[in-house]
């Protein structure tokens, strides 16, 4: 959303979450993973996008946001 696009990580973090424990959805979750990610959570972060991914397997942007955070890892293999 908004904040998220604005740069307000924080505030993108309370308003998916809030709308996550109501909608479970997998742009939401990614979004939420995305967040934490420009954050430095990679530990919340990762936890998003497999959300995102367990609800949509083929989600293109959760796919490239986990393989994002995977090579930013050093988790070569797993990103590819």
């Known amino acids: 959303g908004r904040d998220l696009n604005q740069g307000r990580y924080e505030q993108a973090v309370a308003h998916l979450a809030k709308k996550l ?3 479970p959805d997998a742009d939401a979750f990614n979004n939420l993973g995305l967040a934490h990610f420009r954050l430095a959570r990679l530990q919340q972060a990762r936890t998003s996008y497999q959300a995102a991914l367990d609800l ?4 293109a942007a959760a796919n490239t946001n986990m393989a994002n955070l995977l090579w ?3 988790e070569l ?3 590819i």
Not at 56 to 59: A, L
């Open 77 to 79: 293999d797993g990103a």
């Open 56 to 59: 949509d397997p083929d989600n």
């Open 21 to 23: 424990a109501v909608d």
């Open 72 to 74: 930013a890892t050093g």
